[in-house]
């Protein structure tokens, strides 16, 4: 998968909890991104980064947040998650516009 | 991603023919059409890409037709094979921009 990571693979939480995902690459690409995949819906971005500390909103930022402090980590956060938050995550790296490599996935459920 | 969309959710294709994947767009600012596979339990992956001032680009079994005066962008894959069985989406993205608006998909089954 391009040298792109993400942990935890599989997670259940509680309504109410924080919960962070980590992305981590080793291609040393400059844009990260952000994903939830819900039946019907596609791919949607949640959040991306264009750099280090720089970050922007996709189309369905509401409830998350993320930080890049390094190059190789991108951290996505739920402040506190809720039921219709479970879906499965997918960070993304890319150094040109077209092409994307997508990590293997996390497969969220809040209960 | 609701610029891009695609015709039909399914499509169900007998091994060795040839599968043809529509997706239909509505920005006419896009300037690059991407589709991606995504096979299960895994992330999309890249397959082809055009940009917007092509007609026509061949890849290895796959071939990506664009028509912008309807707004219509199709994958066709050659001798369809089992392998091929996964989930196809088609993409766009703006001039200047680094983000991909995503359709919502088609699910390609072959038939043995």
């Known amino acids: 998968d391009a040298g792109i990571t993400q942990s935890p693979r599989h997670k259940v939480t509680e309504t109410g909890t924080p919960v962070t995902l980590r992305c981590h690459q080793t291609?040393?690409?400059?844009?990260m991104y952000w994903y939830r995949q819900d039946p019907g819906h596609g791919l949607r971005l949640i959040h991306y980064?264009?750099?280090?500390?720089?970050?922007d909103k996709g189309e369905v930022s509401d409830g998350y947040s993320v930080s890049r402090s390094k190059t190789e980590d991108f951290l996505l956060t739920l402040e506190s998650a809720t039921s219709s938050q479970t879906s499965v995550y997918f960070c993304?790296?890319?150094?040109?516009?077209?092409?994307?490599?997508f990590g293997p996935g996390t497969r969220l459920t809040v209960t | 991603g609701e610029n891009v969309g695609l015709h039909l959710p399914t499509l169900s294709v007998q091994e060795g023919d040839n599968s043809i994947i529509n997706c239909a767009y509505s920005n006419s600012a896009s300037d690059y059409f991407i589709w991606y596979k995504q096979e299960s339990g895994k992330g999309p992956q890249f397959i082809i890409d055009i940009r917007s001032n092509m007609d026509k680009r061949q890849g290895q079994r796959v071939t990506v037709l664009l028509n912008k005066t309807v707004k219509h962008l199709s994958l066709q894959i050659a001798a369809t094979q089992p392998g091929d069985s996964a989930v196809y989406f088609c993409a766009e993205t703006r001039s200047n921009d680094y983000k991909l608006s995503f359709g919502a998909g088609t699910t390609v089954t072959v038939r043995a």
């Open positions: 291609e040393n690409h400059r844009y």
């Open positions: 993304a790296i890319s150094e040109s516009r077209q092409e994307q490599y």
């Open positions: 980064s264009y750099g280090v500390k720089d970050t």
